[in-house]
């Protein structure tokens, strides 16, 4: 199977890539605004000179793909208040880039990563089959920017229902390879037990459902296997978790040592959230099932990262 990664230099995107390295079954063409560094992580990873990596002005031509993964965005809640208002033009030029393409060879899968944050909502529960977007659309703020570029392309695509179209919602994901500059609850917990420094934290109680790297290449898998279809698929995994249960989980295994703050700390980019994760398990039509939950991948992936610091490899 011959696919198209768009954004390669995404963390996402790179666990993915070396999840199908592992396979002999597809050829991965890697485009990226940046395809040198591409290159050099492919080095890095033993994976020199596997895939054929290239910029994005070479997408189209003579592509002959089944499938189109695009991953270009930004995960980073910090990243995406510097991006702003730009982030509508960025999603909108490489989704573009993609229907273009699946528009002359229908035969092309167009697999998008799309977010929870699509559906706007408050999350003061979890999202579910019958969970309506809510966009407050006589009040937007630059932290609904990111919401409103994914519903935007998702309306879009389910449009184009006649072409070969999946969004896959991301709520939470958690691998080894995460940059600790970013500021997530996670990545903050990290950064303590590295530094060996007291976390603050808010009271704020919230509950997440963290994927690992090996499920999100199993649903990906799957989709890519089965029939085409228009649609959207949450993440999930066997069980999401919350907050006190994460920092006591944390603590017991690795030392995290925490407080608890009145004050406002943390980046919350996107909203307040308490609730996000979502019940719809529409990604079980394809033959998805989760492996992990969310401690059980957390655990496994906070492990090879304070190894790594060990060792003096810290990502």
Known sequence: MQI????????????LILS??????HKLTLFARRPEGVTQWLVSVGLSGRYEVADFKAFGEGLHLDGILNFVGVGDPAKSVVMGASIFDVTLK???????YVRQHLQCRYIFLSSGAAYGSSF???????????????????????AVAKLHAECRHRSLSQLPIVDIRVFNYFSHTQDLSARFLITDMLRSIRDKTVLKTSPAYIVRDFLHPSDFYHLVAAILGSPAVNTSVDCYSKAPIDKPALLAAMQ???GLRYEIAEANVGVNATGSKPHYY??????ADFGYVPSFTS???ILIESRKLLLNARQGSWT
């Open 295 to 297: 401690l059980e991948g």
């Open 278 to 283: 979502s019940l719809n398990t529409r990604a």
């Open 252 to 254: 017991n295994g690795f």
């Open 4 to 15: 198209a990664i768009l954004g390669a230099t995404s963390q996402i995107a790179k666990d």
């Open 124 to 146: 003061n529960e979890p999202a579910d089959e019958n969970t309506k977007a809510v966009v407050a659309i006589n009040n937007l703020k630059p932290q609904d920017w990111y």
């Open 94 to 100: 490489y989704d573009e880039m993609a229907l273009d």
């Open 20 to 25: 199908f390295s592992k396979q002999d079954s």
